[in-house]
């Protein structure tokens, strides 16, 4: 899987929209881009995911560029309980839609959301 | 169904000492993933699970470790003659064979001392 490469940390006022960059400049075709954060004490949580075009949930927004080398993380209103460390990660599919299972996890971006 | 379950919580053992962990997964999940996180690290994935059999173990997962599947249900990760270097959070994760979400538990804090 692809390395993916992420600050390690960053601020937001609260009420503002963060925004995490992430590259992945050596993605292949057939591997998506994923976002997982880690609340202190808890497992990781699934936040979004997407192959080329931009995606978009109840919880974030996911932009990746049309080379597919980078892509951004947007949490539109950031609050206190968004503060976790938030992992990208490059996720292979094979060529039949099941996915290979594994994550492979950086060391990160340190959200801190202050008040 | 709340989640992927892990029990304990928390472990204290001394070195030497045998410990077994516990994952209930979400039920009809086919997929059971184990990672293992150290402070201040990202997850590291240790072995996956599809249904009963066991697809792929990393190399992390030294002859000290097993883990099994039953059923392709719960599944269980033992850790013989534990070492300090074991101390560690086990995360447990499960997903759907075709969805490629995958959810964690809230982990099995491991001390070794």
């Known amino acids: 899987d692809a390395k993916t490469t992420q600050p390690p940390s960053m601020d937001c006022a609260e009420g503002r929209a963060a925004n995490l960059p992430c590259n992945h400049s050596?993605?292949?075709?057939?591997?998506?881009v994923y976002w997982y954060r880690q609340i202190h004490s808890q497992g990781p949580q699934y936040i979004i995911h997407g192959l080329k075009n931009n995606e978009t949930n109840e919880m974030a927004s996911l932009i990746i560029t049309e080379d597919r080398k980078s892509s951004t993380l947007i949490l539109p209103h950031a609050t206190l309980r968004d503060t976790a460390v938030y992992y990208c990660?490059?996720?292979?599919?094979?060529?039949?839609?099941?996915?290979?299972?594994?994550?492979?996890f950086g060391q990160g971006t340190i959200l801190t959301v202050h008040p | 169904d709340t989640g992927v379950s892990q029990d304990p919580r928390h472990k204290i053992t001394k070195r030497g000492q045998n410990v077994t962990f516990r994952c209930d997964p979400i039920s009809e999940h086919n997929r059971l993933y184990w990672y293992r996180q150290t402070l201040g690290q990202g997850p590291e994935f240790l072995t996956y699970?599809?249904?009963?059999?066991?697809?792929?173990k990393s190399r992390l997962l030294s002859d000290r470790f097993s883990a099994e599947r039953p059923k392709g249900s719960f599944s269980t990760l033992e850790i013989q003659r534990t070492e300090q270097g074991d101390s560690a959070m086990y995360l447990c994760a499960s997903s759907l064979l075709w969805n490629t979400e995958a959810f964690f538990g809230q982990g099995t804090r491991l001390t070794v001392v």
């Open positions: 699970f599809q249904n009963e059999a066991q697809l792929e």
């Open positions: 990660i490059v996720r292979r599919n094979n060529a039949g839609g099941t996915s290979y299972g594994k994550l492979t």
């Open positions: 050596t993605i292949s075709g057939n591997e998506y």
